[in-house]
């Protein structure tokens, strides 16, 4: 039972890393693109997605 | 997917991997390799999706744009490259997760759970294909460049516009995605719960699913943004259509894959509420927007693909066998309604959804009794017709909104509003309904084995069981003696020798991993009786041995099945959690809704269409 605990308390959430990571990635870096944009256009009438 | 105990391949890449020191069947966590070597393989993945990206977008890298000008010329023709890449893309993808998922109920079936994300072979194909509907979704929104995509289209940037349908995409694939790391929090909060219908497993297959509304909503797009001139053949777009609804059938029955394979958690009468759903919202948006004949092709196509995928998994792969459920009279069904209704989409999907309900339940039924392992009893037929009604009316008012939007036709916002809200409580509500159950107090069961043979390892025995009292059980859904996830699986519909009285038909596996009980479902009562369940240290279980003759309790199944839930979690953290789950998915369903009404106002039919019916409008 201790070992089994070790086991569990030692591999945290990194196991799913390679599930989710790239992407938060790739949706991390439109919602960067989107929010240099808007921040770029004051010109611009507000609208969006 | 469901993620439980280990597997014989799973356990052997553990040791392969150098990971001796871990228990034979640890309950969580995964070897450190496989997490370096899946984190570098979506790594370059990622790093390839945002070059091509990020280059086609600055004009430096060519790729993308060729590969779309590509798929114009081929399957895809008639539709701009943001829609004919990205569709195909998501095609392969969902074909390669449903086969992955399949692979993967199968093995947790038969070897129950896996020590993380990674230890299971068939978790990669689903991986590589939810990745894939992602994938085709941020493809669709990247490429179009120096162009709006339509008037339904989604402002990104001042100079960047994305197609809606390619917004959805890439949104039910994160969607599906996020539901890998929930997961994985759900795992360790709760224990790993060894269920096709735990609230994060429905987030993968449901994203997976769903999609297909968003690839219908690309399809839409794309076509409308090309010339008359350069429209596809009319076959071509009725084939195209047809395979759309059919994978959309597909992508609502992988909820059923519980009962598919014989051993479901939960009441019967939730499979015919679930096949008639999704038969009436995909057969019904097949026919109104593929035409006539629309839905049995969708059939014939749903037959090719899932058909396949259970052949490829029972038999190439030797797991295994998920039953298909026919789905051939609910076509014929909507095919008749349409006779007389195909102008009138709402009503064709009411009445439609009536005639699945019970025409459609009839067929299911007789075709059950050989292509299910728990065929459908007299038990269920009352409940289980009015449940199919009420799924057959909600998913086909649903198809019918969902061919009305696609054909660029919309009842009044309000009207479409209220449908649709109406359909999802009702489904809901008939589902809540299939969850109440009740294990009856003061049962006991007293089994005798008999036969009993070989040595502790490999020890079987058939049974006489007598249940107490005696009515007990009357006219049950099922009386079977299941035993699973010792390299197997056994599922053995116990013989009635008289009231209250069964015995085995053939002898059950009591020795190793397997976990061997009876079961018992009849009306709202779903129990069982553990015979014979293995030593367990990592969860702290303990054997529970089989004696010549005993006699226990009738019990709640879901200790027995679901062993590595933990007991001591308090149930309001149990319902906030579902409660963030129940949240992620009205917001997937509510965006789609919204995907297909923005279509709908945005690409009008063009004036004149709606009153020639359906086809007359097949150009637009």
């Not at chain 2, 195209?240 to 909820?255: D, E, K, Q, T």
């Not at chain 2, 029972?314 to 102008?343: D, K, M, S, T």
Request: a neutral charge.
């Amino acid at each position: 039972m201790r070992v089994a605990d070790g086991v569990l308390a030692s591999h945290p959430i990194i196991t799913a890393v390679p599930f989710f990571v790239p992407t938060f990635i790739v949706v991390a870096v439109i919602v960067f693109v989107v929010w240099r944009d808007r921040r770029r256009g004051d010109d611009d009438p507000p609208g969006g997605p | 997917m469901l993620d439980h105990v280990t597997g014989m391949g799973a356990g052997a890449v553990l040791r392969l991997a150098g990971a001796g020191a871990a228990p034979a069947k640890p309950a969580g966590g995964a070897a450190l390799d496989q997490i370096l070597i899946a984190s570098g393989g979506a790594g370059a993945l990622t790093a390839a999706l945002l070059v091509l990206g990020w280059g086609h977008r600055s004009g430096r890298v060519s790729v993308l744009a060729r590969a779309a000008d590509l798929a114009t010329r081929g399957p895809g023709r008639g539709t701009p490259g943001w829609a004919a890449l990205p569709i195909p893309v998501a095609m392969v993808s969902l074909l390669i997760a449903l086969l992955g998922m399949y692979w993967d109920i199968s093995l947790h079936i038969s070897h129950g759970r896996d020590e993380g994300p990674l230890a299971n072979i068939a978790h990669y194909p689903i991986l590589i294909g939810l990745f894939g509907i992602f994938t085709a979704g941020v493809l669709a929104v990247v490429l179009p460049k120096g162009e709006v995509p339509g008037a339904a289209s989604v402002r990104i940037t001042r100079d960047w516009h994305a197609p809606a349908g390619g917004v959805l995409l890439a949104g039910a694939g994160f969607y599906a995605l996020l539901g890998f790391p929930l997961d994985d929090v759900w795992h360790r909060i709760f224990g790993q719960d060894v269920t096709l219908w735990g609230p994060t497993h429905l987030m993968l297959i449901g994203g997976a699913g769903l999609s297909l509304v968003a690839m219908m909503v690309l399809e839409r797009e794309g076509r409308r943004a090309c010339p008359d001139e350069e429209q596809p053949p009319g076959w071509l777009r009725y084939v195209r259509r047809c395979m759309h609804a059919g994978g959309l059938l597909i992508g609502l029955s992988v909820f059923q894959a519980e009962y598919d394979f014989g051993v479901p958690q939960f009441r019967l009468v939730h499979q015919p509420l679930l096949i008639a759903l999704a038969a009436g919202c995909a057969l019904v948006a097949a026919r109104l927007w593929a035409g006539r004949g629309g839905a049995v092709w969708a059939v014939v196509f749903y037959m090719l693909v899932r058909g396949g995928v259970s052949v490829i998994v029972g038999g190439v792969i030797g797991e295994l066998w998920a039953a298909v459920p026919l789905y051939f009279a609910e076509a014929l069904c909507v095919e008749a309604a349409a006779l007389l209704l195909a102008r009138r989409p709402l009503a064709l999907g009411a009445v439609s959804g009536v005639l699945i309900g019970t025409a459609g339940f009839g067929a299911e039924y007789a075709y059950g009794q050989a292509g299910f392992r728990l065929p459908w009893t007299p038990d269920i037929l009352a409940e289980g017709m009015a449940m199919a009604v009420a799924g057959g009316v909600a998913g086909g008012l649903c198809g019918a909104l969902l061919a009305e939007g696609l054909a660029g036709r919309a009842p009044r916002p309000a009207a479409a509003r209220g449908i649709f809200a109406g359909a999802i409580l009702a489904v809901a509500a008939a589902v809540a309904n299939g969850l109440v159950v009740s294990v009856p107090p003061g049962r006991t069961a007293t089994v005798t084995l008999t036969d009993v043979r070989g040595d502790a390892a490999h020890r079987t025995a058939g049974a006489r069981i007598e249940f107490s009292p005696a009515s007990a059980v009357d006219g049950p859904a099922w009386v079977t003696v299941t035993g699973w996830q010792g390299q197997g699986l056994h599922v053995d519909r116990l013989v009635r020798e008289r009231e209250g009285v069964y015995r085995t038909s053939e002898p059950m596996p009591l020795h190793g991993e397997w976990k061997t009980l009876i079961r018992v479902h009849d009306g709202r009562t779903l129990a069982g009786v553990p015979v014979y369940l293995p030593d367990d240290p990592a969860i702290g279980a303990k054997e529970l041995a089989a004696p010549a003759h005993f006699t226990r309790g009738v019990q709640g199944e879901r200790s027995i099945l679901q062993r590595e839930l933990k007991t001591d979690v308090p149930g309001w953290l149990w319902a906030a959690c579902s409660a963030v789950v129940l949240l992620c998915t009205l917001a997937l369903v509510l965006s789609l809704g919204w995907g297909v009404a923005r279509i709908a106002r945005r690409l009008p039919a063009p004036a004149g269409s709606a009153a020639r019916g359906p086809h007359a409008e097949a150009g637009t």
